[in-house]
């Protein structure tokens, strides 16, 4: 019976350690999943103008002629964004490098957004997300290849093949440091 009392004490230090972050950082990341319905529907609160003042900046869109057009759709493509940015920091699979073409193309799309001499937004995108498929795509190729390969030579699951894999950093910046 000591020894369940010992575990459970064991289990209290560690939560009160590092899972009371972990705890926190997944609180906020489900809040704002949560909430993302509301967070997309905040270009109605901006004016149906051409110019739009505001105490801390001002805005004219040229190329749109109304800056309501011009929130809805970086809303279109910010809140997509930060769900593949969630999504690839908190992927357990041994693929979720392939998210980076899908965030690279997000990015360059809200960048076009914002260039007013460029004519229609997603025309050429492929173009410039060829240089980090080129990078990407190989390298899956390869992590599967040996994935395969070790799973015809051993008898381990595929499940613990993605666990070797793995590669876990322990703070969010060594997170972040992983990845480039």
């Known amino acids: 019976m000591s020894s369940i009392k010992q575990r459970f004490k064991n289990l209290k230090v560690k939560f009160q350690g590092t899972e009371k972050s972990v705890i926190i950082v997944g609180s906020i990341i489900a809040t704002f999943i949560a909430t993302s319905p509301y967070l997309f529907y905040l270009y109605e609160s901006v004016p149906d103008t051409k110019v739009w003042e505001t105490f801390l900046f001002t805005y004219e869109s040229i190329q749109y002629e109304d800056v309501n057009v011009v929130m809805w759709l970086l809303t279109g493509k910010l809140i997509p964004l930060i769900f593949l940015i969630i999504w690839f920091f908190t992927c357990r699979h041994w693929w979720y490098h392939t998210l980076l ?75 972040i440091k992983q990845y480039f």
């Not at 690279?104 to 060829?130: C, P, R, S």
């Not at 595929?158 to 060594?174: A, R, V």
């Open 101 to 175: 073409v899908p965030i690279a193309m997000y990015i360059y799309q809200i960048f076009g957004l914002f260039n007013d001499d460029q004519g229609y937004l997603d025309e050429v995108q492929l173009l410039y997300l060829v240089p980090i498929m080129a990078i990407v795509v190989p390298s899956i190729y390869l992590i599967r290849a040996k994935m395969f390969d070790k799973l015809n030579t051993a008898n381990k699951s595929l499940q613990e093949l993605e666990d070797e894999f793995m590669l876990k950093p322990t703070s969010f910046w060594g997170k």
